[in-house]
């Protein structure tokens, strides 16, 4: 599998994004959303009103610490994640507040080779 995503233009500079599905684990709904791709997030976070449409389960409560350094309670839930015809099943992401943004974290770039071309505004994905 090659892909390749147009990066964000809403944000200055241009984000690097991906596509992504997601659905609950068990099969049933599912919904595809733009992910910002994020080296610097441990793990990926949803938002809740995603994770709640797909009916995904909550799995854990822990605590990571945001981009501040501070400590925040958050809820884990698995699901999962398509990326063109690649699937990786039963991914632990955090339920994200707050924000209506998806997160594309380490724990599922890592699965991948990534590349980010910067000047022609374009991210590869290949696994």
Known sequence: MQLSFEYNR???????????????????????TQGLIDFGSDITQIPLPILRTIEARDVDDRWVRDASGLRVPVAIYVVQLQIGSSVL????VVGRTGSNETIVGRDVLNQYIVTLNGLANVTKIQD
């Open 89 to 92: 099943p039963s991914i632990e």
């Open 10 to 32: 809403v944000y200055l500079p241009a984000f690097p994004v991906l596509d992504l599905t997601i659905s609950a684990t068990m099969g049933g709904r599912q919904q595809t």
